[in-house]
């Protein structure tokens, strides 16, 4: 019983300092794999020689598979899945990444807080659309009323929540959603 225990043990402490590192990576063909899960050019992210490559400015996007060199028109795919198991969604010749799928789809470009030393004004900025492949427009309390515009509890509750110094793009660690796809589903 001890040495199942000792092992067990080992087992535990070894899957938290060397974690299994089965992250799939790839790209998004269309809104509708994007809300399956369904990548194509899939890559294993604990193969090195396996990589994409989406430069912010560029409208290309490069897969590297199997030592196959892959390229797509950002304009013809939704989006990728990198190997931080992060999700991006390219609109309108932008990069987005994408933060939470609920009521809203919730984006951001840049970085939530500009390290030391580097331009503030590097600071992350929050987008959202009704759904996967809708419209990206900025996280503003306007753009949000016009996005619901006949939803007056909707507005109502923004116009309370966010009345002071809370911005709009407020995450609620206590419910793990952002308050904005909160007060909208309490408003549906």
């Known amino acids: ?23 799939e990576s790839g790209i998004y063909l269309n809104a509708e794999d994007f809300t399956n899960s369904t990548l194509t050019h899939s890559i294993d992210c604990a193969k090195s020689n396996h990589k994409i490559i989406a430069p912010g400015k560029k ?33 309108d010749g932008q990069n987005y990444q994408v933060n939470e ?15 030391i030393g580097e331009d503030p004004g590097a600071v992350a900025k929050f987008f959202f659309s009704k759904g996967p492949d809708e419209e990206v427009l900025p996280l503003t309390l306007m753009s949000l009323k016009e ?11 923004l116009d309370a929540y966010f009345s002071g110094n809370t911005p709009v793009s407020s995450y609620d660690d206590f419910h793990k959603t952002y308050k904005v796809n909160r007060i909208l589903e309490e408003n549906l």
Do not use: W
């Open 1 to 23: 019983m001890k040495k199942l225990f000792v092992i067990s043990t080992i087992l535990l402490l070894s899957g938290m300092i060397f974690p299994a590192y089965s992250q």
């Open 59 to 91: 409208p290309v996007l490069k897969v590297v598979q199997e030592g196959q060199k892959y390229k797509n028109k950002k304009s013809d795919i939704y989006g990728y899945k990198d190997c931080q198991g992060k999700d991006y969604r390219f609109f």
């Open 101 to 115: 799928v609920g009521a809203l789809v919730i984006y951001q470009q840049g970085k939530s807080r500009a390290p």
């Open 147 to 157: 996005a619901f515009p006949e939803n007056h509890p909707f507005h109502d509750a």
